[in-house]
């Protein structure tokens, strides 16, 4: 199985300040027949679902704010939130999606400084 | 409205038996994969399971094989996870959830139910 490690495990930032969530798979992800990277974010608050924000490492979903934005290929991958909002406080993972077991990382607890 | 409803979960006591339904509504959900995923308290997603838009395909984590089978009814747009021989360990939410793409068993999830909660304690 792909392994997906998160980090940090938590951060806390100030209002309007960046978040950087990294994510780091243990062999790539990368589909060389078509350039993509199987890699999905999510956002989970409390008593909720997870929510897809971030699809193909990089697309963001209909609706989806863009101050969240995902970056990274292979590998080594980064959810951003360039200004962080009060209603962006939540759990977020990372999911490869390139074989099956579609593995999750552990989740980073965002929270307001 | 578009969504994905899970029941069935409940309390049951070691070496015990539920099954999970996931109705889907507003859509038709014979095209698309669905999995089963978990999540226990406090903890973070763990993929339990999924299965083709067919049904022909079927894949389960090593933690659950032999004890747990995924099957749909199409005809009814509905989900199911029987679970047996259940264990102190399977106590968490149970999410269904719905591939982004058309006839994908690999793929991210864009829509899920609310859960369901399977307790297992004697």
């Known amino acids: 199985d792909i392994v997906m490690t998160q980090s940090p495990d938590s951060l806390a930032v100030s209002l309007g300040e960046r978040a950087t969530i990294n994510c780091k798979s243990s062999?790539?992800?990368?589909?060389?027949?078509?350039?993509?990277?199987?890699l999905a974010w999510y956002q989970q608050k409390p008593g909720q679902p997870p929510k897809l924000l971030i699809n193909?490492?990089?697309a963001r979903e209909s609706g989806v704010p863009d101050r969240f934005s995902g970056s990274g290929s292979g590998t080594d991958f980064t959810l951003t939130i360039s200004s962080l909002q009060a209603e962006d406080v939540a759990l977020y993972y990372c999911q490869q999606y390139y074989n099956t077991p579609g593995t999750f990382g552990r989740g980073t607890k965002v929270e307001i400084k | 409205e578009v969504q994905l409803l899970e029941s069935g979960g409940g309390l049951v006591q070691p070496g015990g038996s539920l099954r999970l339904s996931c109705v889907a509504s507003?859509?038709?959900?014979?095209?698309?994969?669905v999995s089963w995923v978990r999540q226990a308290p406090g903890e973070g997603l763990a993929w339990v399971s999924s299965i083709s838009d067919s049904g022909a395909s079927k894949h389960y984590a090593d933690s659950v094989k032999g004890r747990f089978t995924i099957s749909r009814d199409n005809s009814k747009n509905t989900l199911y996870l029987q679970m047996t021989s259940l264990r102190v360990e399977d106590t968490a939410i149970y999410y269904c959830?719905?591939?982004?793409?058309?006839?994908?068993?690999?793929?991210?999830?864009?829509?899920w139910g609310q859960g369901t909660m399977v307790t297992v304690s004697s």
């Open positions: 062999q790539s992800v990368l589909y060389v027949s078509n350039n993509k990277d199987y």
């Open positions: 959830a719905k591939t982004v793409r058309v006839l994908a068993l690999e793929d991210a999830y864009d829509m």
């Open positions: 507003g859509f038709n959900l014979r095209n698309f994969a």
């Open positions: 193909w490492a990089s």
